[in-house]
């Protein structure tokens, strides 16, 4: 099976990667032709057009930053529904649930199936082939892919043959993501100012309950570091947050502390500009506290 991948960003791009250093027969399509020379050089092919790979390719995965590059690359007019060869169309991007039954709609007047695969884990996780994967749709892709998602990641699961299924359960996961970073920063910013050392309490949080993913890895890595470069940029968190807002609106359901949390976002984005780090939420948090959490790495 011959696989195509379309979108070579932050995520896609080490995603392709590791799945053509393990022997996949792969065609690689972005619209920045730096990022298609590196594929290259990993023995991938490169398609011109979302559609061009979809021409060559049994199955296309996108990896898109937002909604109207998804949108294009599944159903424009280069994209890839207009394709011959691709029996399937994958979506690894977090686009929310309408768009999923939208598009599985779409393919399915073309002849194509289409699953749902969003993924978690940030660049590290990419990088590492250790991310979570999510798939719902048709259940025969998931099957054929499994030896792929195998390679970037370290449990792909499929909760149904909803369209959209995963992308419901990527957004209930991202805005516990997004909490876990925002209370543990808070409750770090406090700390640091009643003078307690951030290596101690990373150290004394990790052994106990308040353990969470920012705790391990988010804020020593990249706070305590003082870098604020996990790889996650504000404006993917900003549209994640508003796709999050959309599905609790849809299924009319209050969201008390997901709505403070996407404002805190915001207010971040307001300060230090959209194209900052995730992690950066640290220093509006400490602005509003009047102190810096100190650089112990």
Not at 42 to 55: F, I, L, Q, R, S
Not at 56 to 85: F, H, I, K, Q
Not at 182 to 192: H, K, N, P, S, Y
Not at 227 to 239: C, H, L, Q, R, V
Request: charged share 20%; with cysteine.
């Amino acid at each position: 099976m011959r696989l195509g991948f379309v979108g070579l960003g932050a995520m896609g791009r080490p995603m392709a990667i590791n799945l053509a250093e393990a022997g996949h027969d792969i065609v690689v399509c972005d619209t920045d032709h730096t990022r298609t020379a590196i594929l290259a050089q990993h023995g991938a092919a490169v398609a011109a057009t979302p559609k061009d790979a979809a021409d060559e390719a049994d199955v296309v995965l996108a990896c898109l930053p937002n909604l109207d590059a998804a949108e294009m690359v599944a159903t424009g007019a280069d994209g890839v529904s207009a394709g011959t060869r691709a029996r399937a169309f994958v979506n690894m991007g977090t686009t929310g649930s309408a768009y999923s039954r939208a598009v599985a709609q779409r393919m399915a007047e073309v002849g194509k199936a289409f699953l749902d695969a969003p993924i978690s884990g940030g660049p590290p996780g990419a990088e590492a082939g250790t991310l979570g994967i999510m798939c719902s749709g048709d259940r025969a892709t998931f099957e054929a892919l499994e030896p792929a998602l195998d390679v970037i990641s370290t449990k792909a699961v499929y909760v149904g043959e909803q369209p959209g299924a995963a992308q419901t359960m990527k957004l209930v996961n991202n805005i516990i993501s997004f909490g876990n970073l925002a209370v543990a920063l808070e409750a770090i910013t406090l700390g640091a100012k009643a003078g307690l050392d951030p290596e101690l309490m990373i150290e004394v949080i990790n052994a106990s309950s308040g353990r969470n993913t920012a705790t391990e890895a988010k804020i020593p890595n990249h706070v305590l570091t003082r870098t604020f470069d996990y790889g996650g940029a504000m404006y993917i968190i900003e549209k994640d947050l508003e796709l999050w807002r959309r599905e609790a609106e849809a299924y009319e359901t209050p969201m008390w502390l997901g709505t403070n949390i996407r404002t805190l976002f915001l207010q971040c984005i307001a300060e230090v500009g959209r194209d900052k780090d995730m992690t950066a939420l640290a220093q509006t948090l400490e602005r509003m506290a009047g102190v810096e959490i100190p650089r112990t790495r």
